[in-house]
């Protein structure tokens, strides 16, 4: 199902606050948290991609690496995870997007997109009346559908990482588009998972907040596993680009800024249910798990992606190739907070980056998470 929120200039309240505050200079409340039509759980598909340092071997030798690796990343799926399928990217397989299935079958993704689409417009053909209008739309339709093909595989050849990773990701949800999944995961093959990552999870979807919209087939956007909250060092005057020398730390903690008055806001609407739980129940209402994200949100290794968000992205995606923007994915997060999406993350995060590991400032206990293998 295809849902496109009202643009959050014509709404009373707004699902991202920070943005509305940073982008339309106007300060809307937050709309209330709407409860899942579905039980939150884990039973979705998992995409793992290969993070670009990682170097194929060739031959038998890399073919045994990959499998040694298929199993293990199974192993450790096989406690708890209770995904619905996981597809691991090949590293032996050049130029083209390959995931493998833990029965080692492989599924060249691209491929399988333009066979199926060119099939549905087989049947297009099939079923419809003679119609010349309809000739021309067909035979247009499938003129597109193998340029994009081949845009898409000359991207995923390209050099340029960026480049290469939306046109994984634009595979990856016009897959899940024709394989009509509801929602889905990526994470980066290197992310390290919280201890614990079932109960975590749970506990993160059963804040309303998180949760509500998140398995909500009316709502649904993006759900991050984690992120990193980057900011630039401040530029000492407009007339001059010298930096002023802070602390890597200082430079962190003004990122967090806006997200901290988020989080205090959202514990403060909290606290005032807080009372009335406690009264009715002796129960207190805990803290939020999850902030809205801002301008200075990154990390794309770990998203839970919801069908209402399929067309958007696939649309900032081709504009972006249209027009060399060149933007960094991670601004996708603003484009569809701006358009009304809930875009959200962890909070405490369910995984780490491993950037996140080589961080001396950082805030997480690196003790509560674990890698795939």
């Not at 106007?26 to 939150?40: G, I, R, Y």
């Not at 000739?135 to 247009?140: K, T």
């Not at 979807?205 to 630039?232: E, I, P, W």
């Not at 875009?343 to 890698?371: E, G, N």
């Amino acid at each position: 199902m295809s849902y496109h929120p009202q643009s959050q200039s014509l709404r009373s309240c707004v699902n991202n606050r920070l943005f509305q505050i940073e982008k339309r200079k106007t300060q809307l409340s937050e709309c209330p948290a709407v409860k899942s039509t579905t039980t939150p759980s884990l039973d979705f598909d998992v995409f793992l991609l290969n993070d670009d340092e990682n170097v194929p071997k060739s031959g038998n030798a890399g073919i045994e690496d990959e499998d040694s690796e298929l199993e293990a990343i199974e192993k450790r799926f096989a406690q708890g995870f209770n995904f619905r399928n996981v597809y691991v990217e090949s590293k032996t397989v050049k130029d083209q997007l390959v995931f493998r299935g833990f029965q080692g079958e492989y599924l060249p993704l691209a491929e399988v997109v333009n066979e199926l689409d060119l099939v549905n417009l087989d049947t297009l053909e099939d079923v419809k009346e003679n119609d010349t209008q309809d000739d021309v739309m067909v035979a247009h339709k499938r003129e597109a559908l193998v340029d994009d093909g081949k845009e898409s595989d000359d991207d995923f050849r390209s050099s340029d990482p960026l480049k290469k990773y939306k046109a994984k990701m634009k595979t990856i949800i016009q897959f899940a588009k024709i394989s009509n999944m509801e929602r889905f995961a990526v994470f980066d093959k290197s992310v390290l998972f919280r201890n614990d990552f079932v109960a975590n999870f749970a506990q993160t979807m059963n804040d309303k907040r998180c949760g509500g919209y998140t398995f909500n087939y009316k709502h649904g956007g993006l759900f991050l596993f984690g992120s990193r909250q980057v900011a630039t060092p401040i530029p000492e005057s407009p007339k001059d680009d010298a930096l002023i020398s802070e602390s890597s730390k200082k430079v962190k903690d003004r990122a967090w800024v806006s997200v901290s008055q988020d989080l205090l806001l959202a514990t403060a609407e909290i606290n005032l249910k807080k009372k009335r739980k406690r009264f009715q129940t002796g129960v207190d209402a805990e803290s939020p798990r999850c902030y809205n994200v801002d301008s200075h949100t990154y990390g794309s290794y770990g998203v839970l992606y919801d069908t209402s968000a399929y067309d958007t992205i696939l649309n900032w995606i081709d504009d972006d190739r249209k027009y060399n923007v060149k933007a960094p994915f991670d601004d996708l997060y603003a484009h569809l907070a701006v358009e009304g999406f809930t875009v959200r993350s962890a909070f405490p995060p369910l995984v780490l980056s491993k950037d996140d590991l080589k961080d001396k400032d950082t805030k997480w206990d690196k003790s509560d998470y674990s890698s795939l293998y």
